[in-house]
């Protein structure tokens, strides 16, 4: 008889754990059993990609009715109706969350609604008292928004109360640079809120192209959000009409909401692992190795929680690789290199490899850009203006890195990523014929570089 109770308890039931609790149970005969102290499906699904992406094409939508009347057609814009699309937003989640459990389910794992934590390398204890044993754990309890100590810090909000507000508000604050904070403050622009937002650094969405970050935070500017960098809040206090944010620049301003999303720490607190001698960053993220495995041999972390890249379908395909590894006998490594990424901001930002700044540092490179109106919105009589960016190896000619401003990047830097995944140079840019008449045509088309270095 065995010692455990399952070959596999999952801690956390976002994308990567269900993702490895399914492919082990349903494909590796596993017996898995998967504990999630709140809602089915994790960030990504419940309080982050998901309600976040159709609250971007709620937000498009006066844009498009604009467009709309300068191609002919006889509409008009009406009020939103905040309360209504929230409730089918929120009917949607629940639908999302029964799907996740239903695939659990169908694949054979154990589901515990409870909260666990780890007791030894092969123990878990759920906060209903229960106690299970399993061969293998794997921690895939994601991550959380980061609020600083400020005073009042009380009075603000983050991204996962964004889905449920009781009303929209007529003026907010977005505190932060990162794409989140980023994509918070075109979405509630959109819906038609009055939008500041303050950034410590120089310019927003650091770690992106600096052509590609600039080229966004200037359309957001023509777009009526206003971007104060070099701006941080020092408190927050409550007046009679609203939120009064008092900032490093001296300034006082008064919002209905004001909004955190000034990064995201890993769920690792309470968990027990570093006294099992799972060793963790300065944040708490959990330290893995190539095959996501800890410093404890039985113990294994995928995404957010390890604070390698922070994407869902970086945590999903770590899931899978843990489980073809462990259980299907497929040694199988995640390549965390050339992961593509895309910002929905309006307009949106997509990026795959390097940027120009850190291709530079590693070798000589040619850069390929250009920046025009795009033909759909230009008609309309708009000022609208998208980019388009190939940094190249001048040595052996690979593109090392794609970036694009433009409405639907997402959508093309998906299919530009497995050009440049397969190591595509240029010259197999240059040879590919354009389809016309199209946006992405540009990446074929840019014969030569706008600069060297």
Known sequence: MSVFDYDLFVIGGGSGGVRAARIASAEGGAKVGLAEESRMGGTCVIRGCVPKKLMVFASAFPDAISNARAYGWDVTLGGFDWPRFRTTLETDLDRLEAAYRNTLTTAGVTIHDSRAVLVDAHTVKLASGEVFRAKHILVATGGRPFVPDIPGADLAVTSNEMFHLPVLPKRALVVGGGYIASEFACILNGLGVEVCQYYRGAQILRGFDDEARGHVATAMQMNGIMIHCGTDVMRLEKSESGIVAVATDGSSREFDLVMYATGRHPNTEGLGLQGLGVELGRQGQIKVDEWSQTAVPSIFAVGDVTG????????IRE???????VFLGRPTKFDHELVASAVFTQPEMGSVGLSEEAAREQEPIEVYATAFRPMKTAFAGRSDRVMMKLVVSQESRKVLGCHIVAPEAGEMIQ???????MGATKEDFDRTCAV????????????KPVRKA
């Open 319 to 325: 899931g899978h690789a843990f489980a073809d590894t």
């Open 436 to 447: 016309h008449p199209t946006m992405s045509e540009e990446l074929v088309t840019m014969r």
């Open 415 to 421: 299919l530009a990523a497995i050009a440049i995944r």
């Open 308 to 315: 390698r890249i922070n994407l869902t379908p970086v945590a």
